[in-house]
């Protein structure tokens, strides 16, 4: 018994290239007529004997999966308890002659065996990803969410999508205290990794802010060429990923220059009451030599990073008291809130998606 991908393609998120294989069953969505295909066999190209996963061999299983080169003896019940898909699969009668395996019948998913097994642990009690407490690989997270949409594992995708979610906040609070990685093992392709995904499976709802701290975790050629991980290898965004990069990077490069082109309009009324006036001084040197302190002048390279200091907190009082009197501190403060805050809400339309509340998953 193989599950046919090309049966399973609305089920996908987007196109997603399988090693081909032959089948003895096909299944469909539950409301879809099911029809018989040619013999069933593993994935082409797999050779060898098939090798047992250890920790996911039960001797009690009433079912052996096979996945690439790898076997998993495991419950009717417990897959079906969580898929409507493989639970319609196991209704199907089965023709005399099938292959089975110690007594079970294989069933072959066309799939990659190491994201089988981080879905069928879960499935069978491993809490790490329920623990945002403890960092999991992110290939975890891709398995929940691509073979959660692919059999309908929906509590799995629900919760690969919302550890994503906390790594990538929408609450701009929350994203301006936040240190990446929080949520997943860190890796030199992390990033890389995780926005590809994003985009290849439209989780619109990280992408902004993922897309941002692309723009300022690397520079424009890195970004561009993509990064070295191996003497040999090196990791690219893909091109539709790489033109919404670029197409939000030029926006998020305007946000400091638009910041202080409206302070400069403003200066007189944030110096209005300045306490100094008293002892015939001004602020107004004091707030030009912020200006320049937190303009982009200083970068060597206009290709570089965009700016770290522009979604910092910039007019926090420890840092204001070192140029500023009380009472423009307080105005510059204030201002710098309300552009900071409008700012934020634009920052899905830089990357043309739109506004925070309508962005879409899946």
């Not at 997603?16 to 003895?24: D, I």
């Not at 013999?39 to 061999?57: A, F, H, N, V, Y």
């Not at 995780?194 to 690397?218: D, E, G, R, W």
């Not at 009472?327 to 043309?352: I, M, N, T």
């Amino acid at each position: 018994m193989t599950i046919d991908p090309a049966e399973l393609v609305k089920h996908e998120p987007s196109p997603v290239h399988h090693q081909s294989t032959t089948m003895s069953h096909a299944i469909e969505s539950p409301a879809a007529k099911r029809r018989r295909l040619h013999d069933g066999s593993p994935q082409k190209g797999i050779s060898g004997e098939p090798k047992r996963c250890s920790t996911l061999w039960f001797a009690d299983g009433n079912v052996v999966v096979q996945v690439e080169n790898t076997q998993f003896r495991v419950h009717r019940s417990v897959l079906s308890q969580h898929s409507d898909i493989l639970a319609d699969c196991f209704e199907m009668p089965q023709p005399e002659g099938e292959p089975t395996m110690e007594g079970c019948p294989l069933l072959y998913l066309p799939d990659v065996a190491r994201d089988v097994e981080y879905v069928i642990s879960t499935l069978y009690g491993e809490s790490s990803i329920y623990d945002y407490e403890h960092c999991i690989p992110f290939a975890a997270t891709q398995a929940m969410i691509r073979l959660g949409g692919k059999y309908n594992f929906t509590k799995l995708q629900k919760e690969g999508l919302r550890r994503l979610q906390k790594e990538f906040s929408s609450a701009q609070d929350k994203w301006e205290s936040h240190t990446f990685p929080s949520f997943f093992e860190e890796t030199d392709t992390l990033l890389f990794d995780i926005v590809n995904f994003a985009v290849q499976h439209s989780i619109q709802s990280i992408l902004p802010p993922a897309l941002t701290l692309m723009c300022t975790k690397y520079t424009l050629s890195e970004i561009t060429n993509g990064i070295e991980h191996t003497n040999t290898s090196r990791t690219r965004l893909s091109n539709e990923a790489l033109s919404l990069c670029l197409a939000g990077r030029y926006s998020l490069c305007m946000v400091v220059p638009t910041y202080i082109t409206r302070l400069i309009a403003a200066n007189a009324g944030i110096v209005e009451h300045c306490l100094r006036r008293k002892v015939n001084q001004t602020c107004f040197p004091a707030f030009n030599q912020l200006l320049d302190d937190i303009s982009c002048t200083g970068q060597p390279d206009p290709k570089a990073k965009i700016h770290q200091n522009q979604w910092s907190d910039l007019a926090d009082p420890d840092v204001l008291k070192d140029y500023m009197c009380p009472s423009c501190g307080s105005a510059l403060r204030d201002s710098y809130k309300r552009f900071r805050e409008e700012s934020w809400s634009q920052v899905p339309s830089f990357f043309g998606f739109p506004s925070w509340d309508q962005l879409i998953d899946f």
